[in-house]
């Protein structure tokens, strides 16, 4: 997995490496990247933890999900994945031997992404009752769980369909993928046991999604340039004063502090895939000034770009 494409806020990757539109490949955080930043894509994602404590915002909404458990991002959502710091009350208890490599692995998160084309699970000819449980899954109107944990009605028999579509990509014996569709339809069947509908609005408009895109994929295409308030605010259509107050109520945080840490997220990775100096990696990302870079690198990840390096 290419992680600077995965880290893209609109990702465009091919998942598959054949005309099967299912994939699935390990991540761990804080190992493989320190973050998924926001980002969404037209497929269909699976976020299934095996070990530690995910935080995953699914539409600006922020869910815990604790190994074992399974996230469920549908087709187009905006979504991002850190690492959750466990409670005092949830972490091991450690040897002296696990307290010297604490640091690197006690607290990691390993999660599988389960990434596929919906569009691989409709038939090609009329089959009403499969392309209208499809489209009731999407209707703006319906509610989908976005977590399946323990306490999610029908949660054994949802984590053996995916454990055992594992199972049969291990080795991707002929025909694997009819068991694989079969694994995925017996998943969404319970699934559709647990939709529910809402003629109320949703906590995330789709027109503030599209704006949030909007948003996301400029930072995306020119984090290296000069991005002002006042031109994402002529991006959105909206008043100066208007943008920073819709950022900030939305993100939590300011523009420009996302706009730095999206930049310095792009910088660390960088520093450990390419052999550009640091000098070269900060004016890549838009710090025109060094000093200020690496005070803000330090700041944000404790270490310095040259010993993250």
Request: hydrophobic residues 35%.
């Amino acid at each position: 997995m290419n992680t600077l494409e995965y880290e893209n806020y609109h990702e465009v990757k091919d998942h598959y490496e054949n005309e099967f539109s299912y994939n699935t490949y390990p991540c761990t955080i804080p190992l493989d990247f320190p973050q998924v930043p926001l980002h969404w894509h037209n497929e269909m994602e699976l976020i299934y933890v095996k070990k530690g404590s995910a935080r995953i915002s699914i539409n600006m909404q922020d869910y815990i999900v604790r190994a074992g458990s399974i996230a469920l991002v549908l087709p187009g959502y905006i979504h991002g994945i850190s690492l959750s710091t466990p409670a005092p009350e949830e972490r091991p208890v450690l040897t002296n031997s696990d307290k010297e490599n604490d640091s690197n692995n006690m607290h990691a998160l390993e999660y599988e992404n389960i990434i596929f084309d919906l569009n691989m699970l409709l038939p090609k000819q009329s089959d009403d009752m499969t392309t209208k449980f499809f489209q009731k899954l999407l209707d703006p109107h319906t509610i989908c769980p976005c977590v399946i944990s323990p306490e999610t009605v029908h949660f054994d028999n949802m984590v053996s369909c995916i454990d055992r579509a594992d199972s049969i990509c291990q080795n991707f014996p002929a025909g694997y993928h009819l068991a694989v569709r079969s694994c995925l339809y017996e998943f969404f069947f319970y699934i559709n046991q647990l939709l529910t509908t809402s003629s109320a609005e949703n906590a995330a408009s789709p027109e503030f999604l599209e704006r949030m895109k909007t948003i996301m994929k400029y930072v995306e295409l020119h984090y290296g340039e000069e991005i002002t308030i006042q031109k994402m605010a002529d991006i959105c259509n909206i008043s100066h004063s208007h943008f920073m107050k819709f950022f900030k109520t939305h993100m939590g945080t300011s523009f420009v502090d996302y706009l730095n840490d999206y930049r310095l997220l792009t910088a660390s990775r960088m520093l450990t895939t390419s052999d550009d100096s640091i000098t070269e990696i900060a004016g890549k990302c838009g710090f025109d000034n060094v000093s200020y870079f690496n005070r803000l690198f330090k700041k944000k990840y404790h270490v310095t770009p040259k010993q993250m390096r």
